[in-house]
């Protein structure tokens, strides 16, 4: 196995804010982009080559990532004009590909984390000989996902996207954005225009009686579409709860140039950013601290993003939120239950207490 397709053109629109500055994929969990995650576990399992496939905000993963040299891959970045879609990037990105038609190509959505063993994935692949390989996961809420039902060899039935009705939930095994194609499979999708892989393109293989097998596991999975999943996934990270080769499992990880006081409580799994600074008493559990970004004495973080630059005065609290990129919560404010500040923006001090 040698090349993967990296899908990352997402507009990530239930991450605003944080996704107002910062594609998704380049997100920091635990520190580090998603994407660096994804690309780092994708190498060890023997891919040398990976493919970008970018529209939104395109320029920014070339700036970050470069030509992989410091990943340990070669990069290349194939890039849409216009978004094309799950299928219609899958599509674009095979152009770059150097692989055989015959030859297994990965391909990974940009957002998730996950523990699957992805040789064993793409070995399973080519000796079943099926045009198609899905890594599934199992989830208790199956609704936001695609569902994927199976037959005792594994072989898929179907395909419901996003299903709207209780009838239409026949599953708990869903898609966790993981596949291996044969490459010629992917020349049969079309060029050109926007194609949904999930919608248009599984349910044509299955109609025209392609093989496409379906593998479930219970490795960690968690996909970061949401900001409560992208806290967590951080901190699943810190913990040791999901897989980071080469880190030592810990309560927090402070990055360099932070400041962390003495009388500060910190836990959960925090990452806190480069530069962020938590002074005084204040306590943050469980949160992202972005680069820069000020918790000042007396305030209260917890299960929350704070943005980069922005600010948290003493007597604040902010649970289940997200401050984004430079605003200020002022004293006396209580931000919960799933609030999101915009970029920049300032809530004023208030004396009401909340009860
Ligand atoms: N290049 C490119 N162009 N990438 C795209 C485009 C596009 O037009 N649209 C989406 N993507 C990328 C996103 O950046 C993300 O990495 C991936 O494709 C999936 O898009 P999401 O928007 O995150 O989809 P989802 O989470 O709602 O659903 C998908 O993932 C689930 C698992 O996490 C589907 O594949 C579901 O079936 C699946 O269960
Ligand atoms: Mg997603």
Redesign the pocket.
């Known amino acids: 196995m040698s090349e993967a397709i990296l899908?990352?053109?997402?507009r990530g629109t239930r991450l605003r804010p944080l996704t107002l500055t910062t594609p998704?994929?380049l997100l920091p969990v635990a520190g580090v982009p998603v994407t660096v995650h994804q690309i780092e576990r994708a190498r060890d399992a023997g891919v040398t080559r990976v493919v970008l496939?970018?529209?939104y905000r395109a320029e920014v993963f070339a700036e970050r990532l470069g030509d992989g040299r410091d990943l340990g891959v070669e990069i290349a970045y194939a890039v849409?004009d216009e978004?094309?879609?799950?299928g219609?990037?899958i599509r674009n990105a095979a152009e770059l590909l150097t692989c055989a038609p015959g030859d297994p190509v990965m391909v990974l959505?940009?957002?998730?984390l996950s523990g699957v063993d992805y040789a064993a994935l793409v070995e399973g692949h080519v000796s079943s000989g099926a045009a198609l390989t899905l890594h599934l996961t199992r989830v208790a809420d199956p609704t936001a996902?695609?569902l994927v039902p199976t037959d005792g060899d594994g072989r898929v039935l179907a395909f419901r996207?996003k299903p709207q009705t209780p009838e239409e939930i026949v599953t708990d095994q869903?898609?966790?954005?993981c596949y291996v194609f044969t490459r010629a499979v992917i020349g049969e999708i079309p060029a050109g225009r926007p194609v949904s892989v999930?919608r248009e393109t599984f349910p044509d293989l299955l109609a025209r009686g392609r093989v496409v097998r379906g593998v479930v596991d219970d490795a960690y999975w968690l996909?970061l579409?949401t900001p409560w999943d992208f806290v967590r996934g951080s901190c699943d990270l810190v913990l040791g709860v999901a897989p980071w080769r080469g880190h030592e499992p810990a309560d927090s990880l402070v990055q360099t140039g932070a400041q962390v006081d003495d009388a500060a409580v910190i836990g959960g799994g925090t990452t806190v950013g480069h530069d962020a600074r938590i002074l005084g008493d204040a306590v943050v559990e469980g949160s992202v601290l972005l680069d820069g970004c000020v918790v000042e004495a007396g305030a209260r973080v917890m299960g929350s993003v704070i943005g980069a630059g922005a600010r948290v005065r003493g007597g604040a609290t902010v649970v289940d939120s997200v401050v984004g990129d430079g605003a200020v919560v002022e004293a006396g404010n209580e931000l919960r239950h799933g609030a999101r500040l915009w970029p920049g923006v300032v809530l004023p001090p208030t004396s009401v207490r909340f009860s």
């Open positions: 899908l990352v053109g997402g998704k994929p496939g970018t529209s849409e978004p094309l879609g799950t219609g990037a959505n940009g957002d998730v996902y695609g996207e869903i898609n966790a954005g999930e996909d579409g």
